[in-house]
């Protein structure tokens, strides 16, 4: 008896001994892991903010999110395949938001659907910036193409963009202290780049002036047709009916209409780059300062007002106030466009010089 007493004993320590071991061993390794949550979750939104500001609803809240973000993901899923070669900057978290997930769901099992949201959010932000970029870059190269620089057209387009807003000021924040995670304003910064680029080419001159593309007289050096003289004829001469129509070239706002000296009736529109497309010697105008235009809009009727020997249009294209040969816009720009975004002129340049 004494001999069982004893063997019992010693096993009942035993026995406590290793609970106590293994109490003492998940302690560690819980506070390992705690320790581990709290070094990373600074790099997301922070789980227990959702906690807090949901109280209560998390079931509701998670459902209709999820319903919104399949919504956004579908989206996702159509953008185009090029976008993964794009030479950009953007993050990946998937790596992140993934651990971020599984720690949740350890420490806060009520909040893990809002952690996998959250992960799936990030993921289409970044999706998202890197579909902005190569939006951007497609807007880059088109500009490229057709001569003009991006910089300028982009600073240009930034500068209309900005001459007509306002409303409230409304901070954008990701947390419920204020702050924006960087994730989102990269997105922010790629889309209002990629927004100017595309206003830029709204701007591009791609759409002929005229109802007919004969060409009578070509942008350089001619003879003078008053007094036989070298001079510089800064713009494209259109041949055709008296009274028939005069179409803007590309989106824009009309800046000018009435008369300009020996250019006769005109009307300029500005771009929504800063470039300036003239429309010179009409026999009426059609339009009035300050009225936006598409392109392809009528500006009013080819005449032979101010210094002309005939009915026709004199087409000029300024960039900072210089004169530029509209020719290859009219003859490029259609197709580059068409490549980079999709679209194309209303009526394609066919003229006989």
Known sequence: MQKGAVTAAIVLALGWAGSMGVMGWNKYSAELQIASFQSEKAEVAQAQ????????NIENVVADLEVRQQALEAMSEMLPDDIKKVDTNVTD??????????QVGAFFPQARGLAKIEARQLAYVENMTRYADWRARKAEEALRKLNLDPRAMERAARAEAQSAVGGPLELLATSANGDLDPRFER?????????????ALEGVPRVVPAAVTRISSN????????NRRGAMHNGIDFKGPY??????????????????????RTVEVTH?????????????????????????AVL????SSGRSTGPHLHFEVRINGRAVNPRPFLETAPHVL???????SARTFGAQP
Request: net charge neutral; charged share 25%.
């Open 49 to 56: 903010e959702r906690l807090d500001a949901y109280s209560g």
């Open 93 to 102: 978290s998937s790596e992140e938001t993934s651990k971020t997930v599984e």
């Open 187 to 199: 997105l922010g910064l790629s889309l209002e780049r990629m927004s100017a680029l595309e206003l």
């Open 219 to 226: 942008f350089g050096y001619r003879r003078d047709p008053f």
């Open 243 to 264: 009274g028939s129509g005069i179409y803007s070239a590309a989106k824009g706002e009309v800046t000018f209409a009435g008369w300009k000296g020996g250019y006769g």
């Open 272 to 296: 929504t780059n800063g470039i300036v497309t003239r429309y010179a010697h009409l026999a009426r105008i059609g339009v009035r300062v300050g009225q936006a235009v598409e392109p392809g």
């Open 300 to 303: 009013g009727g080819l005449g």
């Open 338 to 344: 068409k490549e980079a975004r999709g679209t194309d």
